[in-house]
């Protein structure tokens, strides 16, 4: 009932940026608000919280890890969800993943959300 379509990953020096976006679809999207976030999994580990934003974007998320360094954002005339990622660590490789939660509350639990993007892939050198 949502699709979900990323970009924006690729390789990067250390304390380097780079922005990915989602674009979001779907008539359940459409009809219900949402929470739009950010996974990532590094190989060999576990997936794991970054960011969300709810719908009126009162309440925004970030893990500890990324405070001060990634921005999260979004555009509902767009069904969009970007991600602004400062200040790169090797640390931040990982596959990115857009997700949705259909309602209202925000959630930083993979099993909250209901929709998943295919990921995009994050690498930073040193």
């Known amino acids: 009932q949502v699709q979900l379509v990323e970009s924006g990953g690729g390789l990067v020096q250390a304390g380097g940026s780079l922005r990915l976006s989602c674009v979001a679809s779907?008539?359940?999207?459409?009809?219900?608000?949402?929470?739009m976030g950010w996974f990532r999994q590094a190989p060999g580990k576990e997936r794991t919280f970054v960011s969300a934003?709810?719908?009126?974007?009162?309440?925004?998320y970030y893990a500890d890890s990324v405070k001060g360094r990634f921005t999260i954002s979004r555009d509902n005339a767009k069904n969009t969800v970007t991600l602004q990622m400062n200040s790169l660590k090797p640390e931040d490789t990982a596959v990115y993943y857009c997700?949705?939660?259909?309602?209202?509350?925000?959630?930083?639990?993979?099993?909250?959300?209901?929709?998943w993007g295919q990921g995009t892939q994050v690498t930073v050198s040193s």
């Open positions: 997700a949705v939660d259909v309602g209202t509350i925000l959630h930083m639990h993979e099993s909250d959300y209901d929709y």
């Open positions: 934003v709810t719908w009126s974007g009162n309440s925004i």
């Open positions: 779907g008539r359940t999207f459409s009809r219900y608000a949402s929470v």
